[in-house]
């Protein structure tokens, strides 16, 4: 198959703002956006408001975070929290896919030629990351203080004076884009616009780059991100410096190399595991690697020539939106029965799992929460 026909749709946001919520144009552009979702798992969001210089700031900052000696990065660590605000140093994170069953058997069905890099080693992920919410405080007494608590601040004089500035400016981007987005797939799966943004609402929503040590972990086909999935909501990413991902498609079960349009101003939106849990499998939730690959050396040379007084890091530029911890998490009748009605053939990915959609059983999102964070090692 071509890489052409392997290109994700592209949503244009800018439509959406601009023309009536009833116009056709509007209407039609909106049913794309959902049904990327459902068939891929994933799209391209273009979005005028969204700044490169802010990307490329953004950028910037993290990598002279990360570039400190590990002490000082112990610092901002949070494991008492479950890792949910500050930093998470490498090696901490396992890849749920190395002993999930269910994921198992996903890799197992695809072609040899389109199966992630192995990740039966069960070893954690070699990558960092860094949570900064970027979530209201909801106005009433949460049952999950962890998953809603306070931001950590970096302590170093070169990062602080400038950190909560640039971390909210990039991240609100990041939010309105996800959110306007959110209402797009509401009215494209045939609900009320504000149907996901209000369950939303109150979520403890994470400006959550991650961070790969490219001098320390540059050889081909090292894995910095093992197969997974996301747990939250949407999961929505800026432009990165270095490619290394890729997206399996629903609908094909191929491996996407992620490539943004070589100039504009593009975002990349992924399914996570509480869209999945909502829609009653219409959407899941979608799997992806980050790995260093040729075109990430060939990029780390790049740098070495064009930048060489920076750090050989590989930032992610990466928000999670998630639905409010204290909601209730069940599938809305209307998608569960088209999840249903959806034909065998019509799905690659995630085919021999049995005829029947497997079922979400209704919890708070907190709980959803938990659970996903244990198997990944982050919370006890």
Known sequence: ??????????????LFRSEPQESETVVQECKKAADALIAFGALLLHDSRVSEDDNHTFLDLLEDYFDQPISDLKKDERPDLG????????????????????????????????????????TPD??????????????????????????????????????????????????NAVEDLADMASIGLGLPRETFREA???????????ASDLVKYNKKDTILAGFHTDLNFLTIHGRSRYPGLHIWARNTGKR??????????????????????LSGGLVRAGYHEVVVNEATLQTIEKRKVEQ??????????????????????????????RAQAIRPDQINLDKGEGDEVPSYEPMKVGQQVQNELRHIALMA
Not at 256 to 277: M, N, S
């Open 256 to 277: 996407i190399p992620v490539k943004f349009p070589p100039a504009g101003r593009y975002l990349l939106v992924q399914a996570g595991k509480q869209l999945e849990h």
């Open 308 to 337: 060489p007084k920076r750090p050989l890091i590989r930032i992610s530029s990466t928000f999670f939106w998630h639905l409010s911890s204290d909601y209730d998490l069940a599938p809305i009748p209307s998608l569960s029965s």
């Open 1 to 14: 198959m071509s890489e052409s026909m392997l290109s994700l749709p592209v949503i244009d946001l800018d």
């Open 83 to 122: 890792y949910q605000v500050g930093v998470t140093l490498e090696n901490t994170e396992k890849p749920k896919c190395a002993v999930d069953e269910p994921c198992l058997n996903v890799i197992a069905r695809l072609a040899p030629e389109e199966r992630p890099l192995d990740i039966t080693g069960h």
């Open 126 to 175: 070699p990558k960092c990351r860094f949570f900064w919410k970027m979530g209201d405080k909801p106005p009433y007494k949460t049952a999950y203080p962890a998953l809603n608590a306070p931001n950590v601040v970096p302590e170093a004089p070169q990062l602080n004076g400038r950190w909560i500035a640039n971390m909210e400016k990039w991240g609100q981007s990041m939010k």
């Open 200 to 210: 939303g609402k109150y979520g403890p929503h994470l400006l959550a780059p991650t």
